[in-house]
């Protein structure tokens, strides 16, 4: 391939991740001057994970709606299809609430880490119809986190302090863009397997690692690997580009469904997106 035909089908692909780095790194760096300067609180520097919660709210909130217009694949079908009860992990402040149909889910729990961005999530449920039946959870995905906010909330039967709950909580759980974030990947999908009750359906919409080997390129796999080194996951809120997303949710249990497919396979950024049912 000649340079200016390689320029052409590379670079686009290239600017776009390159841009949303460049901005996180902005409001990376803007947290840490309000944190200083604005709340006069600078110890606040050393508490290293709620400054990265907080910049990414900060991101979130002046770009999270423009990051939520287009959503790869049949992910818009996949949510409309939601009923009962459902998990939803990792929220943000609902930006895409309104692809749900609230008339066919009796209730919902918003499992978001970042405080900042719990004002705009409760917002955007009560314009989408959610009114009462949505219940935000100040915690993350990761089983330490999640179980204890559950039995808080009065849905769990017992705290789940190691980590554990009652098998069979959710009829539907959902997790769009969020698993690239969580803490120990491997068992916080097996820790949201177990609250799934047999025959409940898992939405995924999930960027990934990308599959250079089969429907990938070997370029955009180091440009992953590019990204990382310049601070994604410091600068996106612990997002990480390089994660085996598929073969966790495939490890994580047994399945009656398990149909996933790749979106943009040929980008930095690639996407799997599909639905699983749990074992009956």
């Known amino acids: 391939m000649c340079p200016p035909a390689w320029i052409g089908n590379n670079i686009p692909t290239l600017l776009r991740p390159l841009l949303l780095l460049l901005i996180s790194i902005y409001h990376f760096f803007m947290t840490i001057v309000e944190i200083?300067?604005?709340?006069?609180?600078p110890w606040k520097l050393f508490k290293f994970t709620e400054l990265r919660?907080?910049?990414?709210?900060?991101l979130w909130a002046h770009n999270g709606e423009q990051m939520s217009i287009d959503m790869p694949g049949p992910c818009t079908e996949l949510l409309r299809k939601s009923q009962g009860l459902v998990l939803d992990i990792g929220p943000g402040s609902g930006e895409?609430?309104?692809?749900?149909?609230?008339?066919?889910i009796t209730a919902m729990y918003g499992a978001e880490p970042a405080e900042d961005l719990h004002a705009g999530l409760l917002r955007n449920a009560g314009k989408t119809g959610f009114a009462n039946k949505y219940h935000a959870l100040l915690c993350g995905g990761e089983p330490e986190s999640?179980?204890?906010?559950?039995?808080?909330?009065?849905?769990?039967?017992h705290s789940g302090t190691g980590?554990?709950?009652?098998?069979?909580i959710f009829d539907e759980i959902c997790c769009v863009r969020v698993l690239c974030g969580v803490p120990r990947p491997k068992e916080t999908i097996r820790g949201l397997y177990a609250l799934l009750k047999p025959g409940g359906r898992?939405?995924?919409c999930e960027h990934v690692v990308n599959p250079w080997r089969t429907e990938g390129r070997f370029f955009a796999r180091?440009?992953?690997?590019?990204?990382?080194?310049?601070?994604?996951?410091l600068f996106m809120g612990g997002c990480e580009l390089q994660r085996h997303t598929v073969d966790y949710l495939k490890d994580a249990g047994e399945w009656d469904l398990f149909d996933l497919k790749?979106?943009?396979?040929r980008d930095p950024i690639p996407f799997v997106v599909g639905e699983l049912k749990k074992k009956a």
Not at 36 to 41: E, L, M, N, T, W
Not at 146 to 157: C, D, F, K, R, T
């Open 163 to 168: 980590g554990t709950a009652e098998d069979g």
């Open 96 to 104: 895409i609430l309104s692809r749900f149909d609230a008339g066919k």
């Open 202 to 204: 898992m939405v995924i």
């Open 262 to 265: 790749y979106y943009q396979p």
């Open 146 to 157: 999640l179980i204890p906010a559950l039995h808080e909330s009065g849905i769990l039967g």
């Open 36 to 41: 200083i300067f604005i709340d006069r609180q």
């Open 222 to 233: 180091l440009s992953q690997l590019a990204f990382t080194l310049l601070g994604w996951p």
């Open 53 to 58: 919660y907080k910049s990414f709210a900060r």
